[in-house]
């Protein structure tokens, strides 16, 4: 069990960390430095637990898994720590005792945004999931000093802020100046034979130094702590040698570039910048890393043979792929390793999840930037692609194949190609996304290599997204089913006896009652809107991106509302339709659709004829803690998505284990929730995977649906007019000429999904057993879940012995 602290020592604890830390005492303190004081109790524990973790897997000789990944979108912390400590309760209480409330200092902490969406979101629910199964981990990220921007909507059109998250975030963070290692960029590589030695130098190179500060993350009971190293660039080691040595140009450009490379997250999800910037973060972080793992290792082992029997490296999409030829590098020409024995080492040590199918998002860089950036890196990848070539032309692999798979090809580095070449093992983050992996993406590889092919289907910290989020849910869960769910979230099936108890079914409608209300609270203070609680609450958040078709969701509320307006005696149960999704900066008709969204909503609240019955608003700045709100205050999931085109999605997940029923294509994991659920407990509309293809191979004319359908047709007119002013013909030029993610197909069949959702709404019976079974059905999609398949099949860990705790 953990070690529980007397509630007199933890007042004293924080005490003394507001006289130690901001000299102040209680009485003085704001709640900014008691929720620091706190947080500094909190980490404190975290530290020692975290050591004592790694001193047992170290002699317990645990493989230790290194995640890598550009993006750990954390949100808060003091709660999630607190809650998997086990030491809410007695925080709470302590800090009563000193009239401080807990609640109010969770409002303190601002969220730690390092991430855009789902791929950053997932990352971080698997160091929860790691830490709670007992398997040691780092993660290694940027330390960002800005992080995804808030969003602000200025009449409708997206405004960007930025998001300086340090001066309340940096609490967490244990700075680590004695573990700075050095990066290299730019410069020339000399290299020659000397007596059968093959030395490598490089000259006139550009060093920024990689300053570590680490971030912890409780496991559940405190079995594991994980551990975030966030790495900041830094020109402290300022050197002065250059300019001793007259190179005045090259002492500041470093200095200049280092102060640069980790300043911004970039806030573009599923589509690659092809910037310098980038790609200078990306081998960034990844040299920092691998100099970080190969440095501990040889501190304890002397050698880097048995480097596959001790950990693993995880390389979270194609962003961290340049850690397997700086790997080579660092074993090469620092190590004293050649080519042969090196390869079958990094092999056996790296492995990959894709996270996309759309080809638009696939990484490439040029050679000329990679080449004048990297210089050394270049050399290595094309010797990795020289052999990779040469194998398989051996092994008799028609040459346009060959070329389609190679890592270096017309005149770019292609990041996937060089993963999938490289890495043991590739995944997938959905049964049918892996599928679409073997048959499409990757087929060429897996025709060769059909072993490297897997599927681990994502999950969510359930934890997080049920426990700490719908803390109602979570008590009535516990009332009836005991608490094992907490732990095993598999228990979660316990509640299907009562899918037809209407005693149960009542008191979780409650629960859902009181979630909206609080939804309704915040809306109230932040949009000054009020919401209907008795209303349908119809949610899609996520990033705003054309394939997630929030158009098509917009579409379908025009329609209604011109059906509406037509015919006010119409059957129609109030709705509220909330949106929340931030958009790329540079993304024009993303930000139209946003202020399409923003305009319906202002028109629907002005015409008395329907605004009792419909109500559209537009969430500011989405993010983790706005999602936490969210997610259980929701009737309905929007996840609807053309089929083919999402890889998984994780935000559905988060809804289902909150008790909202998915209406939505059957994309993803969409796909595992209905096999989960059953067809009856979800509403599914539109082309699966297969048909969207064969349509849009046979040619797709979108201008054919809107001409048979004259309701279609009618809101695609009240669209190019536009209201408020503002036309919006970029939107329907769009759907009407290319429609790429074929919303005008999928049109009809939507429409009928949402009348559908309105009856079954309204019979509240069947609709509050649907609720149930997807919060029962929802423990597979637990992270703890897929960790557990990450371990067995892919890196071959077993978690430390259980018993022991250790914070
Ligand atoms: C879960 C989550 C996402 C991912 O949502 P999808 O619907 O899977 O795209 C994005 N942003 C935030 C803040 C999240 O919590």
């Known amino acids: ?45 975290m530290e020692k637990g975290r050591s004592e973790f790694i001193q047992l897997a170290e002699q317990t000789k645990t493989k230790h898994i290194y995640y890598l990944c550009m993006e750990f979108l954390l949100g808060r912390s003091l709660k999630n720590s607190l809650f998997n400590l086990g030491l809410e309760e007695d925080y709470r209480k302590a800090l009563a005792g000193l009239n401080l409330n807990l609640d109010a200092l969770y409002e303190q902490e601002p969220d730690a945004g390092l991430g855009n969406g789902g791929l950053g979101r997932l990352a971080a629910c698997f160091l929860d999931a790691m830490a709670s199964l007992g398997i040691p981990a780092t993660g290694y990220s940027l330390r960002y000093e800005y992080g995804i921007f808030r969003q602000k909507l200025v009449d409708g ?42 030395v ?41 040698s250059l300019f001793n040595g007259g190179d005045y140009l090259r002492a500041v450009e470093q200095k200049a570039m280092a102060e640069t490379i980790t300043k911004v997250l970039y806030p573009e999800d599923n589509h690659p910048e092809g910037k310098s910037l980038r790609l200078s973060q990306q081998y960034f972080l990844v040299s920092a890393a691998v100099q970080d ?33 700086e790997m080579m590098r660092v074993m090469m020409d ?89 890495c043991h093992s590739v995944n997938g983050v959905s049964k049918l996304h892996s599928e679409i992996l073997k048959d499409r993406v990757f087929h060429d590889f897996y025709t060769e290599m059909p072993e490297k092919f897997t599927n681990v289907t994502n999950g969510i910290a359930h934890r997080r997204w049920l426990c700490q989020a719908n803390p109602g849910l979570a008590a009535l869960l516990t009332e009836l089913t005991g608490d094992g769910f907490v732990r095993d979230a598999a228990e979660l099936e316990k509640l299907m006896k009562y899918k037809s108890d209407p005693a149960v079914l009542e008191k979780m409608a ?11 609270k915040y809306v109230k203070r932040e949009n000054g809107a009020d919401l209907d609680p008795d209303s349908i609450f119809d949610v899609q958040v996520k990033r705003l991106h054309e394939y997630k078709r929030q158009h098509l969701n917009a579409l379908q509320i025009l329609t209604d509302y011109l059906r509406l307006c037509e015919n006010p005696e119409m059957e129609f149960t109030p709705r509220t339709y909330l949106f929340g999704a931030k958009a790329a900066p540079g993304y024009y008709f993303a930000k139209q659709i946003i202020r399409f969204i923003v305009d319906l909503g202002k028109t629907i609240d002005a015409d008395e004829r329907v605004n009792k019955k419909m109500k559209v608003v537009y969430l500011e700045d989405y993010r983790v803690t706005l999602a936490e709100l969210l997610m259980p205050a929701a009737d309905l999931s929007e996840q609807i998505s053309l089929a083919g085109t999402e890889a998984s999605g994780t935000g559905n997940m988060k ?51 809107a001409e048979k359908n004259p309701e279609l047709q009618a809101a695609l007119n009240a669209v190019e007019k536009g209201f408020c002013g503002v036309d919006f013909r970029d939107i329907s030029n769009s759907l009407l000429s290319s429609d790429p993610y074929m919303v005008l197909a999928d049109f009809d069949s939507y429409d009928k999904a949402r009348h559908k959702s309105e009856r079954l709404y309204r019979d509240a ?23 557990r398949e990450y371990a067995e099949n892919i890196w071959h860990v077993k978690p430390v012995p259980e018993g022991k705790r250790h914070v």
């Open 765 to 787: 019976d069947q609709w509050r057993s649907m609720c149930l079974v997807n919060t029962a059905k929802a423990g597979i999609f637990s992270a703890d879940r897929a960790i």
């Open 157 to 198: 059109w997206q405004t960007e802020l930025p998001d300086f998250w340090l001066p309340g975030g940096k609490i967490w963070l244990r700075s680590e100046p004695e573990k700075s290692v050095e990066v290299r960029f730019n410069g020339r590589i000399d290299d020659y034979w000397n007596n059968g030695f093959h």
């Open 334 to 422: 620092e190590c004293g390793y050649g080519w042969d024995s090196a390869w079958e080492i990094v092999q056996n040590v790296f492995a990959y999840t894709n996270h996309t199918v759309m080809s638009e998002a696939l990484e490439c860089w040029g050679i000329n930037l990679f080449r004048s950036r990297l210089p050394r890196i270049y050399q290595i990848v094309e010797e990795i692609n020289r052999r990779f070539c040469a194998g398989m032309h051996n092994k008799g692999v028609d040459g346009y194949q060959v070329g389609r798979m190679a890592p270096w090809n017309d005149g770019f580095v292609k990041m996937a190609n060089l993963a999938v070449a490289s």
């Open 1 to 45: 069990m953990i070690y529980r602290q007397p509630i007199r020592k933890i007042q004293e604890s924080v005490n003394s960390m507001l006289e130690l830390v901001f000299g102040v005492s209680l009485k003085n303190a704001t709640d900014e430095q008691c929720y620091k004081a706190v947080a500094l109790c909190v980490r404190d524990r």
């Open 655 to 705: 809804f289902m284990i909150n008790g909202a029923v998915t209406l939505g294509t059957l994309d993803g994991a969409n796909v595992e929730i209905r096999d989960a659920v059953g067809e009856e407990n979800m509403i599914l509309f539109g082309m699966d995977a297969q048909e969207a293809e064969e349509r849009k191979k046979a040619g797709y004319q979108p201008r054919a649906f």
């Open 510 to 520: 409650a629960v859902k009652r009181e979630n909206k209300i609080r939804l309704a």
């Open 293 to 325: 793992i190969i440095r501990h290792h040889l501190f304890r082992n002397r050698t880097l043979d048995n480097l596959p029997d001790c950990i693993a490296i995880h390389l979270n999409d194609t962003h961290p792929v340049l850690a397997i030829p």
């Open 200 to 240: 490598v130098n490089h000259k006139d190179f550009t060093k920024v130094m990689a300053v570590p500060s680490d971030l912890y993350v409780p496991g559940i009971d405190g079995r594991g702590v994980s551990r975030l190293r966030l790495w900041a660039a830094t020109s402290e080691d300022f050197d002065m």
